[in-house]
């Protein structure tokens, strides 16, 4: 069914708590948590709790949700205190633009300058 746990999937494992990771803010319907390989000073993925291929599939089936990731990662932000010099949210879709996890995450990039555009 759609949104359900993916026996193989990472961020579903790391939502349930069966794998670690360094978490940083969890609400009813996402968590967020430090990315292993981090790019800037500040960089924390919010994932939903529901499993879904990308950002596109999760804002087609449950938009309430969608908005609850925006709104995590503003206050990841805001707690990161990156709010105010600026910070980024990517959504990598698809292979070609360098997605390797498919379960829906923004990356919260910050605290550094940031090129435009991006490589
Ligand atoms: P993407 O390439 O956009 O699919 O992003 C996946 C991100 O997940 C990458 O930035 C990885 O560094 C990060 N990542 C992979 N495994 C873990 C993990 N166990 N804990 C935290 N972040 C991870
Ligand atoms: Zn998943």
Not at 14 to 31: H, K, N, Q
Not at 72 to 82: F, N, Q, S, T, W
Not at 99 to 111: E, P, R
Request: aromatic letters at 6%; hydrophobic letters at 45%; one cysteine or more.
């Amino acid at each position: 069914m759609a949104g359900e746990p993916q026996a193989d999937c990472l961020f579903c494992k790391i939502v349930a708590g069966d794998v670690p990771a360094d978490i940083v803010r969890e609400s009813a319907t996402t968590v967020a948590f430090r990315d292993i390989n981090p790019q800037a000073p500040t960089h924390v993925l919010v994932v939903p709790r529901a499993h879904y291929r990308d950002a596109a599939s999760l804002a087609a089936a449950e938009p309430h949700i969608m908005a609850d990731l925006l709104c995590e990662a503003a206050a990841v932000a805001v707690d990161e205190k990156v709010d105010e010099t600026g910070y980024r949210v990517v959504f990598n879709t698809g292979s070609g633009a360098g997605q390797t996890v498919w379960h829906t995450h923004a990356h919260v990039l910050g605290g550094r300058g940031m090129e435009w555009p991006p490589g």
